[in-house]
């Protein structure tokens, strides 16, 4: 089986958070400028939403970058997890080290249909693995698959 992308809905969920955390950023800087006077005579209100303006950008350009770099595929061994921007990581966490497992989902995830699995795995410094932005149903069947095709001793 090869790698599979997760739910595309996963990028509207990922940009309202990126920008509530801007519209968080703007709300300080407007309390900033009032509170202190002093600035009124140098740029900073200008600088300030300049860089706004880039961050919002940012927030609604870098979710559908991360969603294309975002993939995953179970096999007979385990779960591979491939994702990142800048630095590629290849998580494999093979099913004989899956010693419980998660399904999450936040309010904005439960708006847009998509959960969270985590897999808390043995003995290693990455002990809890996540892959975001499944479908409801997609994260129950892929948990299932790990417990139905493991030892069953976990999961």
Do not use: K
């Not at 300030?48 to 970058?65: K, R, T």
């Not at 699995?117 to 994260?139: C, E, I, K, M």
Request: proline share 5%; no cysteine.
């Amino acid at each position: 089986m090869g790698f599979q992308s997760v739910d595309r809905r996963t990028v509207s969920a990922w940009r309202l958070q990126a920008l509530a955390g801007v519209a968080v950023a703007a709300l300080a800087a407007v309390a900033a400028v009032i509170a202190l006077p002093q600035l009124a005579g140098w740029p900073v209100p200008g600088l300030l939403g300049g860089l706004l303006v880039v961050a919002a950008g940012l927030a609604l350009w870098l979710p559908a970058l991360a969603h294309a770099r975002l993939r995953y595929r179970l096999d007979e061994h385990g779960l591979t997890i491939e994702h990142g921007i800048l630095w590629r990581h290849r998580i494999i966490v093979p099913r004989v080290r899956v010693q419980h497992s998660d399904i999450s989902q936040g309010p904005l995830q439960r708006a847009f249909g998509v959960t969270t699995l985590r897999l808390y795995t043995a003995g290693s410094r990455f002990t809890v693995n996540s892959l975001p932005g499944l479908a409801d149903d997609q994260a129950r069947a892929l948990r299932r698959q790990l417990l139905d095709e493991g030892d069953g001793d976990a999961v």
